[in-house]
Structure formats: structure tokens, C-alpha cells
């Protein structure tokens, strides 16, 4: 059945970067007439089988806030976070570019959330599991708690997704994750974060 996955991907981030093609482009007007920098941020993400690949995602920071201020954290009042990210970043707007890397075969609509090679080294043998199925633009954790739950918990989570993996349990995951995409005003993101928030 996985098969069918990776063509249900293929086939449902094209017709979703068409249909948003006019949303996309008003984003990246607004990005570069109220902020110095790239539309896009772009980082080194571990994906299926432990292979790396560069994830898109509109910037919501200043250009190079990784070098500045918290470096790798970042929390919701950060001064480095631009208004228009703000707002990106509340509504999961941001992390919409990601279906360029469905359409590439790097990722899927549906699974673990792409992490960081700094964050792989310190993985467990159970933890590495989760590498097993591509990264995907929302996942089984996100919709059980997000950022709520500690980061061990959200790997555990992870790993029971790649477990039971079904066609209906995406179709549950796609279901349940507006109403999980709500801003977090007290809780602290990382731009390595394995989070819908990076």
C-alpha cells in the first residue's frame, strides 16, 4: 500500500501548489516589502532512511536569525520573529512551501515531522525508527498534542505512526490537523525543532 502513498503525494502536491499558487504569491510579495532577506528559509532536514534534504519554508525571522539573538530557539516574542511571521507561523503558513518537497519525493503529505542531523546523532535505536517512513507536513504527534507534549514523547508518538501506518489513519491525521494548527503562545520553538514549527 505505500505505493500508493507516494502517488497519492505526488498527485495532491500539485493540485495544492496550483490551486494556492495566488495565496503563494501574495505571501512572498508581503515577505519582501516588509523584511530584508529571501523569501524562503531553507535548511539541511534527515529524511526517509536517514538521507538529508533541504526543506522550504516561507522565513518568518529575520535573515540569518539562526546566528543571532537565542540562536536555535526561539520563543513566541522573539524580536527576531518579523510581524508577517507572526502570523505565518500561528496559521502554519509558513510550513506550506513543504509540498514542493512532497512533489520532489522528499517528504509526504502525512508523517514524521523532518528533523535536524544535530538531533539524529543523539537518537536512540527506537528513536531512529522513525526514519523508517518520509517526513511529512503534519504527523500523528502533531495532531496529539504538538508542542504541548515533551519532545521524547512526540518521537514515541512518531514511531507508533510508522507501526500502524494505514491509507485511513493519514486520512485521520489529514482530518484532525486543522483543528491542531492553533498558536502556542507558551511554548518555546526551536528552528530545529521536530514541531510543525520551525
Keep these: 500500500m505505500r505505493p500508493v502513498k507516494s502517488i497519492v ?17 501574495v505571501i512572498a510579495v508581503v ?3 516588509t523584511s530584508r532577506g529571501p523569501v524562503f528559509f531553507r535548511q539541511s532536514r534527515v529524511g526517509r532512511g536517514g538521507r538529508t534534504f533541504r526543506v522550504f519554508k516561507f522565513r518568518t525571522m529575520c535573515d540569518g536569525a539562526e546566528h543571532k539573538g537565542l540562536g536555535l530557539e526561539v520563543v513566541p516574542d522573539d524580536d527576531r520573529i518579523t510581524r508577517v511571521g507572526h502570523l505565518l507561523r500561528n ?4 510550513e506550506f512551501p513543504q509540498l514542493i518537497n512532497v512533489l520532489r519525493g522528499e517528504m509526504s503529505l502525512v508523517g ?10 543523539r537518537y536512540t535505536d527506537f ?4 526514519l ?10 502533531q495532531v496529539n ?3 504541548s507534549i515533551p519532545w521524547d514523547e512526540r518521537i514515541k508518538l512518531d514511531v ?5 501506518w494505514s491509507v485511513w489513519l493519514d486520512l485521520k491525521v489529514l482530518f484532525l490537523t486543522p483543528k491542531a494548527v492553533r498558536p502556542d503562545r507558551k511554548l518555546l520553538y526551536g528552528i530545529d525543532d521536530v514541531s510543525t514549527h520551525v
Aim: glycine share 8%.
Design 127 to 130: 528513536q531512529r525508527r522513525r
Design 145 to 147: 498534542g504538538r508542542n
Design 9 to 25: 503525494d505526488g498527485v495532491c502536491a500539485a493540485l495544492l501548489l496550483a490551486l494556492c499558487a495566488p495565496l503563494f504569491a
Design 91 to 94: 496559521t502554519s503558513l509558513d
Design 31 to 33: 515577505i519582501k516589502a
Design 112 to 121: 514524521p515531522r523532518p528533523t535536524v542531523p544535530g538531533q539524529v546523532e
Design 132 to 141: 523508517e517512513m518520509r517526513p511529512g507536513l503534519t504527523g500523528w504527534a
Design 160 to 164: 507508533w505512526y510508522v507501526d500502524h
